[in-house]
């Protein structure tokens, strides 16, 4: 069964953390993307990925990094995380098919 | 840019049809989705539909594009109880690239 895992289901951090938000894909997927859901916004590009080693910006990448050092793993940073970051995180990867694209179970992420 | 506008709620009966809508502004817009999201669960993939149709159906799941007017709309036919979630559209200019997401629509089947 092919998946996308994100690490965590839920996470309390504190103002100022440093956050790291982990997602791997077990099916050998070029892109990956990380999304923000918020009620009544939908889901938000944070940065995506269509390839090791390469990044770039969605339409909210303000306050956050990402790395991608392998084709599998995809991570979003939280610099110093702030309470508007508070949010339900989902990763997403995709082959290049339309049928291909598959998030995960999203990490809810309470910033206190 | 590209902005995908939902309306925020629809309560339908069960048994009737449910008709969700969405605009977009992008015309370049090559694919344009359906999602659905079920409480505490990831988002699946309904269907799509590809900018030069007009109308695919999928068993009750029947999807109209408009492209002069940008507009999209699912329709569920015969709506059950396990219709009951939110429903994205989106939207991406090639297959398996980033999407634009609407705000959703939280649809409640009553019996």
């Known amino acids: 069964d092919v998946k996308v895992t994100q690490s965590s289901r839920y996470l309390v951090k504190r103002t100022g953390e440093k956050v790291f938000l982990e997602c791997v894909q077990d099916m050998d997927h070029e892109n990956m993307f990380w999304y923000r859901q918020d009620p009544g916004l939908g889901l938000r590009l944070i940065y995506f990925s269509y390839d090791v080693k390469m990044k770039e910006k969605g339409d909210i990448p303000e306050g956050y990094s990402v790395s991608r050092e392998k084709k599998e793993r995809f991570s979003l940073i939280l610099e110093s995380a702030s309470t508007n970051q508070t949010s339900m995180y989902l990763c997403?990867?995709?082959?290049?098919?339309?049928?291909?694209?598959?998030f995960g179970s999203g990490t809810r992420l309470t910033v206190v | 840019g590209e902005d995908v506008e939902q309306s925020l709620f629809l309560s339908v009966r069960e048994g009737d049809s449910s008709v969700i809508n969405c605009t977009y502004t992008d015309s370049s817009s090559t694919y344009l989705y359906w999602y659905k999201q079920e409480p505490g669960a990831g988002l699946q993939l309904l269907t799509y539909i590809f900018s030069n149709m007009d109308m695919k159906q999928d068993q009750r799941l029947t999807v109209l594009l408009n492209k002069k007017d940008k507009h999209l709309s699912l329709r569920i036919a015969d709506t059950q109880t396990g219709d009951s979630a939110i429903y994205f559209c989106?939207?991406?200019?090639?297959?398996?690239?980033?999407?634009?997401f609407g705000g959703g629509t939280r649809v409640l089947v009553k019996p």
């Open positions: 989106a939207e991406s200019k090639a297959a398996g690239n980033k999407l634009t």
């Open positions: 997403a990867s995709s082959s290049g098919s339309n049928y291909g694209y598959t």
